[in-house]
C-alpha cells in the first residue's frame, strides 16, 4: 500500500518521484523464481533504492533490510516505470524507499511465509471440468453488478452486456457441480476487464492483478478456491498473456517502446499457426501471426520483451501461490511468441512441477495441435512446455458425425475413428482436453441434428470414455441451446437454468449425464487405460478403454436403424475379460461371447463394464470344458 508522496510538483522544481503501484502485489519465502518489482508511478528512472524493515509498530528498523535486499535494478523506456531485482530471504514488512533529486517516495510490501511448499495434485484425465462463462453463469449478488470503478454497466436486456454472474454466483452452484460429477472448475477470466462495452468475455484485461470488482475481490476469489477445495474441487484460472485490453492501465504510458507489438495501421493477427512450423512460411506470414492483434480492443504483447517475459511469468506463479490454484488455462497458445510462450511456461513448470496446464490450440489437423504439446519430438527440436493441448479434431469429428445421417463413405461416426487413429502424434493421450462445446462455438445441442437429445446423449457418451480430460460446458448438462443463433455467440453464453425452469427433457438430460459422469469418477481405466477401437462403415462405433485388470465396451449406434454387434470381430481383445457384462444406463446383463446376437436400437449406446477372466472363467471358456461360460 502506498503511504506517503513527496510534495506535489510545481512550475521550475525538479520533477519528484513517485509510486502507485508495484506489482506483485507481495510476495513469498521459499520461491525458485527470483522476484523482479515493476514499480510505476512518476519520475522513478534512476532513483535510489533503499529498503527497511518495518517493526510490530509499522517504524522501520535502523539500517538497511537484511530479509529483503536489491541486488540490481535497471530504468526502462519510459522514465515513470522502475525494475527492481530482490532477495527474498525473510518473511515481514518492508519499506521500499526510491530517492531522487531529494525528495523520496515510499510503498511498504510484504513478503510472506509459504503456505504450501510440496506438491499438490493438479486436474488430469481423473478429472471431469466444468467451463463456467463468468458474468453469464449465475448472477449472485446484484449488488456489484455495477460499481463506480468500472465503466459498463451491467443489461440484462442486452444480449452482448454483462448480465451480473459473480464468486456469489459460482459458490452457490458448487453442489450442483459436484452432483453433476464435475471435480474442477474452469472460470472465463475474472480479471479487470474495463472495456466500455462487450466487456463481459473478461479476455481484453485491463488489470492482471485485481478481480474485477464486479464479480467480487482477490479476498473473495481465494476464499471461492478454498470453499471448492474443502467440497473436493479444483480450480483452473483462465490466463491470457498473448494479449491484454486497450483499457489497461498501461496504456497511457507504456514501460518500453516494445511492449505492445505496434503497426502502423491496425494489423489482425492472421491466425496462420502453421507458420510456426512450416518450413516453407514466409518470415512475413510468421511475424503476422504471433505480432498481429487479435482485435481491436486487445492489443498483442510482446513477450520477447526481457522484462514482459519476467511480468507474466511472476503474474502467473503469484496467482497459482495467492489463491492456491490447481492448473492454468491459457488463452489463444499459438499466438504468443513461440520461444518466450515456451519459456513463460518453463518458470511456472520450475516452480510448480506438479501443475497441468492446457493451451488453447485452435488448429486442425492432429498434427497441427501435437506439435504443441511439450515432449512430443518436434522435428526443429522446439517443445513447448505445455503439458496439455485442447483436442480440437476429435471435437469437429464429433460434432461432424452427429450432424446429419451419417450416411456416406467417411461420414458419422468414421469421422470419429479417423480423428482417434491420429492418437499416435501426441506425447501424451490422456493429456488431451476432450470437449463437444465450450463458449467459442455453437451450442452442441444446437448442432445435432434435429437437436435430437438421443444425439447429444451420444456426444456426452464419448466425451465420458474416450482418452482425455473431459471438459462439459455449464448449461450443457441440460441440453441448453443458444436463445438466438442469429445474434452471435452471446446468446449461447446465457446464465445457467436454475431448478424451477427445467423442463422434462432437460431433467432427463441432466440424469443421463450425472449417471455417466458419476460413474466415470469411479472407474480408473477410463482415466489412463489404453484404448482399442473398431471401424465399421455403417454409422457404429466400437471400443475398449482397457487395462490388465478390466475393460469398459463401449458401442455407439448413430444410426437410425437398429444394428446388431458384431462380437466376433472382437475376439482378439474379449478373450482376456469375461464378456459378461451390465449396462450403465439400462442395468441389463450382456454376453459379448457371441452366443446370442445383441441388438442396439437407434441414436442408443451401451456401455459395459468386463472384468479379468478368472482361472474358473478361463477353463470354463476353453473348448470341451463343462458347464456353460460365466
Not at 498483442?300 to 519476467?310: A, H, Q, V
Not at 520450475?350 to 506439435?371: D, F, K, L, Q
Not at 471401424?535 to 448413430?558: E, G, P, S
Request: with cysteine.
Amino acid at each position: 500500500m502506498l503511504l506517503a508522496f513527496a510534495a506535489m510538483m510545481t512550475m521550475g522544481v525538479q520533477a519528484m518521484p513517485d509510486i502507485q503501484r508495484a506489482e506483485p502485489l507481495c510476495w513469498w519465502t521459499g520461491m525458485k523464481t527470483q522476484l523482479t518489482l515493476m514499480l510505476q508511478g512518476s519520475d522513478l528512472a534512476d532513483a535510489k533504492v533503499e529498503i527497511h524493515m518495518l517493526d510490530k509498530n509499522g517504524v522501520p528498523e535502523k539500517g538497511k533490510a537484511k530479509g529483503l535486499v536489491v541486488v540490481g535494478q535497471h530504468n526502462a523506456d519510459s522514465e515513470n516505470y522502475l525494475f527492481v531485482d530482490l532477495k527474498v530471504k525473510k518473511a515481514g514488512t518492508y519499506r521500499i524507499s526510491c530517492t531522487k533529486n531529494g525528495r523520496t517516495a515510499y510503498w511498504d510490501y510484504q513478503i510472506l511465509d509459504r503456505v504450501q511448499t510440496g506438491q499438490r495434485e493438479s486436474f488430469s484425465s481423473k478429472d471431469v471440468i466444468y467451463l463456467i462463462m463468468s458474468d453469464r453463469f449465475v448472477d449472485g449478488d446484484e449488488g456489484n453488478n455495477d460499481t463506480p470503478d468500472t465503466r459498463e454497466k451491467s443489461d440484462k436486456n442486452n444480449v452482448h452486456g454483462r448480465f451480473g454472474g459473480d464468486i456469489e454466483g459460482i459458490l452457490s452452484q458448487l453442489d450442483h457441480i459436484l452432483d453433476l460429477g464435475a471435480t474442477a472448475i474452469w472460470p472465463t477470466p475474472m480479471l479487470g476487464d474495463d472495456e466500455a462495452e462487450w466487456s463481459y468475455h473478461g479476455y481484453a484485461c485491463s488489470d492482471y492483478y485485481h478481480i474485477d470488482p464486479r464479480y467480487g475481490s482477490n479476498e473473495m476469489y481465494r476464499e471461492l478456491v478454498q470453499k471448492m477445495h474443502e467440497k473436493g474441487l479444483k480450480m483452473i484460472m483462465d490466463m491470457v498473456p498473448n494479449h491484454c485490453g486497450a483499457a489497461h492501465w498501461w496504456m497511457k504510458d507504456q514501460p518500453y517502446k516494445d511492449w505492445i507489438n505496434w503497426f502502423d495501421d491496425f494489423t489482425n493477427t492472421c491466425n496462420a499457426f502453421s507458420a510456426n512450423y512450416d518450413i516453407n512460411a514466409s518470415q512475413y506470414d510468421r511475424k503476422l501471426s504471433n505480432r498481429g492483434w487479435f482485435d481491436r480492443p486487445m492489443p498483442d504483447m510482446n513477450l520477447e520483451n526481457p522484462d514482459l517475459l519476467k511480468y507474466f511469468q511472476q503474474w502467473a506463479i503469484w496467482w497459482i501461490e495467492y489463491a492456491q490454484l490447481d492448473g492454468l488455462r491459457v488463452d489463444t497458445y499459438p499466438y504468443i511468441e513461440k520461444q518466450p510462450a515456451a519459456d513463460w511456461l518453463k518458470a511456472i513448470r520450475n516452480e510448480y512441477p506438479w501443475i497441468n496446464i492446457v493451451g488453447e490450440c485452435w488448429t486442425r489437423p492432429a498434427s497441427n495441435v501435437a506439435y504443441w504439446q511439450a515432449g512430443v519430438g518436434n522435428k526443429d527440436g522446439f517443445d513447448s512446455n505445455l503439458p496439455t493441448v485442447m483436442d480440437f479434431p476429435v471435437e469437429e469429428a464429433i460434432r461432424q458425425a452427429l450432424e446429419n445421417d451419417g450416411e456416406g463413405w467417411g461420414n458419422g461416426l468414421t469421422r470419429v475413428y479417423d480423428a482417434v487413429a491420429q492418437d499416435y502424434l501426441y506425447a501424451d493421450v490422456n493429456k488431451l482436453l476432450l470437449f463437444v462445446g465450450n463458449h467459442d462455438m455453437d451450442r452442441f445441442a444446437d448442432v445435432v441434428k434435429d437437436a435430437d437429445p438421443r444425439r447429444v446423449k451420444l456426444g456426452n457418451v464419448m466425451l465420458a470414455t474416450m482418452r482425455g480430460i473431459p471438459q462439459v460446458f455449464y448449461g450443457d448438462e441440460y441440453g441448453m441451446r443458444s436463445s438466438d443463433r442469429s445474434l452471435g455467440h452471446s446468446t449461447l453464453r446465457m446464465p445457467l437454468p436454475m431448478p424451477d425452469k427445467l423442463t422434462t427433457e432437460m431433467k432427463d438430460m441432466y440424469d443421463f449425464q450425472r449417471t455417466l459422469f458419476q460413474w466415470r469418477k469411479k472407474e480408473p481405466v477410463i482415466h489412463t487405460g489404453r484404448t482399442m477401437h473398431f471401424i465399421t462403415r455403417d454409422n457404429t462405433y466400437a471400443y475398449f478403454r482397457y487395462n490388465d485388470d478390466c475393460a469398459v465396451f463401449v458401442y455407439l449406434n448413430a444410426s437410425e436403424q437398429p444394428r446388431t454387434i458384431p462380437t466376433k470381430t472382437y475376439e482378439e481383445i474379449l478373450d482376456r475379460y469375461n464378456p459378461v457384462g451390465q449396462d450403465l444406463f439400462s442395468g441389463e446383463t450382456y454376453d459379448l461371447s457371441g452366443e446370442k446376437p445383441i441388438e442396439v436400437a437407434p441414436l442408443t449406446a451401451l456401455i459395459i463394464k468386463l472384468n479379468k477372466k478368472d482361472e474358473t472363467s478361463a477353463a470354463a471358456t476353453k473348448p470341451g470344458a463343462a458347464g456353460k461360460r460365466l
